[in-house]
């Protein structure tokens, strides 16, 4: 099956800093990734859709300031924490979608959790 | 309304019994996919299972089957022979739209296998 990686997966920091989150698709090629964010026991929630070779799109209430997501190439999407709070203390996990396959799966990443001191 | 309703917030299954986790949708498009994922207590979400609005036939790989009602609008996932490694969050999920973007989840099902 198709394989989505994620570094790293685990990140303590220090209030103010930034942290870089990398999603890969490693065997398949992907116009589209997705970032998710998830609270402990509850379902996913959808912070961006990122195409490759354009602006990301940001679902209603997130900050694209501070979340910065670029996807660079047709296997890699990175988000940003900027100036992180210990608010931002979270799940972070990245999607793929597979367009060469007629279900459209997202495959996902393992997930980052955040931890901002 | 909620595009995707999991009405079973936990469930219990004896180890080698069968379970099934209900999900039941909201869609005025006519073409749609249907997913389930699940979620380990380490976080991944590993795709299980598709099936397709078009798709006449019940999809199944190995263990998970999905029972699709479509005039009912249910995807229901049945898992066979549960094994304690089944023990883990389930998702269902749907994805609508032409682009193919517009993908919803459910509140999931945490489903706990008993020896």
């Known amino acids: 099956g198709a394989v989505v990686s994620q570094h790293p997966s685990r990140v303590i920091c220090k209030s103010g800093t930034s942290v870089k989150i990398e999603c890969r698709s490693l065997d398949f090629q992907a116009t589209t990734m997705f970032w998710y964010r998830q609270f402990p026991k509850q379902s996913l929630m959808l912070m961006a859709t990122?195409?490759?070779?354009?602006?990301?799109?940001?679902e209603q209430g997130v900050e694209k300031d501070k979340f910065l997501i670029n996807h660079a190439s047709l296997t890699l999407s990175t988000l940003t924490v900027t100036s992180a709070h210990p608010e931002d203390s979270s799940f972070y996990i990245c999607s793929a979608r597979d367009g060469a396959t007629y279900t459209d799966t997202q495959y996902f990443g393992p997930g980052t959790r955040l931890t901002v001191l | 309304a909620q595009k995707i309703t999991q009405t079973q917030p936990g469930m219990f299954v004896q180890e080698k019994e069968a379970v099934t986790l209900d999900c039941t949708y909201d869609?005025?498009?006519?073409?749609?996919?249907l997913f389930w994922y699940k979620q380990p207590s380490s976080g991944e979400m590993i795709f299980l299972i598709y099936q397709g609005s078009y798709d006449e036939q019940n999809a199944t790989e190995g263990r998970y089957s999905l029972n699709f009602q479509k005039a009912r609008k249910s995807a229901n996932l049945v898992i066979s022979a549960s094994q304690l490694g089944d023990s883990a969050m389930y998702f269902c999920?749907?994805?609508?739209?032409?682009?193919?973007?517009?993908?919803?989840f459910g509140t999931g099902t945490s489903l706990t296998v008993i020896p």
């Open positions: 869609t005025s498009d006519q073409s749609y996919g």
């Open positions: 999920a749907m994805r609508e739209g032409p682009s193919g973007n517009q993908f919803y």
């Open positions: 990122s195409n490759e070779g354009s602006k990301a799109t940001y």
